[in-house]
């Protein structure tokens, strides 16, 4: 997008530059203003825009969308250190350009919250956490316009099958749909280039580390495919790289790859940092695997908590059972009761016909299509995507 910033607080005003740049939008320092210029040079600059409509003024690009050089389609508004100003400007902007407005100031006031709002603003961020605020705007703006929907698996402890898992539900979505981005975010290393015999040249931490200047471009030249439509963004090559995947990286990868594909499905460690927080946020539904033994229905259950934690909605969980049928395991029904749900899903162990499938680095859903383990997660993707399709 590209981006203008109107703020008489010159230090703020770099700053929101500077990270609007980090996130791959355009916002030069000719286009970082003082209040009372901001208005002139925006209308500049929207009637210079070239555009093809007969000399109609110009619509905003939809949000994540590449802009036309010259057109704004984004206006930050800083509410210091005079609101009052602030909060004309904005009335000003709404009404007479196209551009998105966002609202920049301090919540201690809530009459300031909603002022902006009234007049025009379509957010108000938070001015005392404005890295994340901005980041969770850009993104919320950016899944408006994204066609793809986010899948994300996640088990609450390890041993549980949700990279095999993965491997198999992106091979069915690309199957069913064309194609299919996966995204491995098992850190600091993951298994789904091993699953499916992919030999990656670059990773989720390179696309992190150049996030400044993602686009469709640089996420197209970081995946590998393979011939049934699964396009991969691996896992870091090295324990080291790790280090270099960041929740502002993540988020935007997601984000953008979503917009490139009908589906993508982010396999997420359990380890719940804020990388794994980030995903599971932007994810439209997640499966929660678990197994039938105690450890991990504990895990699952403190999982849980976790996600209502960071405000992900129940609605949009859906928690199965992979390898159930294990000798010893508990009863589902227990399960059930002890975690105050009802699974989704059953998925039953076949650790033979898996393992010999993963071992091969070929999902085991082509391996072998009409096995017991293949039949049942088809039954599943078909499951929930009739229920998406009725949402």
């Known amino acids: 997008m590209n981006c203008f910033v109107a703020s008489d607080e010159t230090a703020i005003a770099t700053r929101l530059g500077k990270l609007l740049t980090q996130h791959g939008h355009q916002c ?23 555009h093809a409509n007969g000399g109609v003024a110009p619509v905003a690009a939809p949000p994540g969308s590449r802009s036309h050089e010259g057109q704004t389609d984004m206006v930050l508004v ?25 609202a920049v100031g301090p919540v201690s006031d809530p009459k300031l919250l909603l002022r902006p709002l009234r007049e025009g603003a379509s957010e108000y961020l938070d001015i005392a956490d404005l890295e994340d605020e901005l980041s969770f705007a850009l993104e919320r703006l950016a899944a408006t316009t994204r066609a793809g929907r986010i899948l994300a698996l996640v088990s609450p402890g390890g041993g549980s099958g949700a990279s ?5 539900v992106s091979t069915l979505l690309a199957k069913a749909h064309g194609s299919c981005a996966l995204v491995d975010l098992k ?14 040249t670059y990773t989720i931490a ?43 990286g993540v988020g935007a990868t997601l984000a953008l790859a979503a917009q490139d594909f009908p589906y993508v499905v982010a396999d997420v460690d359990h380890t719940f940092g804020e990388v794994q927080q980030r995903a599971l946020q932007a994810a439209d539904e997640i499966v929660l695997v678990l197994r039938l033994d105690f450890i ?8 849980l908590d976790f996600f209502k934690e960071i405000d992900v909605s129940s609605s949009r ?12 395991e508990l009863s589902a029904t227990q399960a059930e009761a002890t975690l ?25 859903v082509l391996d072998a299509p009409t096995g017991k383990y293949s039949r049942r997660v088809q039954e599943l993707m078909d499951k929930l995507e009739r229920q998406w399709k009725s949402k």
């Open 317 to 328: 969980i859906k928690v199965i059972v992979n390898r159930h049928g294990q000798a010893g």
């Open 340 to 364: 105050g749900i009802k699974f989704f899903d059953l998925l039953p162990d076949d650790p033979k016909t898996v393992n010999r499938a993963n071992n091969n680095g070929v999902p085991v």
């Open 164 to 168: 095999t898992l993965s491997a198999n």
């Open 296 to 303: 991990s229905v504990r895990y699952t259950h403190l999982a």
């Open 187 to 200: 850190l600091p290393v993951g298994d789904l280039a091993s699953l499916l015999d992919l030999r990656p």
């Open 78 to 102: 800083v509410f210091l250190p005079d609101p009052d100003r602030a909060l004309a400007t904005v009335r000003e902007l709404s009404r007479r350009t196209t551009a998105l407005v966002l």
């Open 28 to 50: 030069p320092a000719s286009q970082i203003l003082p209040l009372d210029r901001s208005l002139f040079a925006l209308e500049a600059a929207q009637r210079d825009a070239p």
């Open 206 to 248: 390179n696309l992190c580390q150049n996030a400044e200047r993602l686009d469709k471009s640089l996420l197209r030249s970081c995946l590998v495919g393979n011939s049934h439509g699964v396009q991969l963004i691996a896992a870091p090559a090295r324990i080291s790289d790790a280090r270099n995947v960041t929740a502002q």
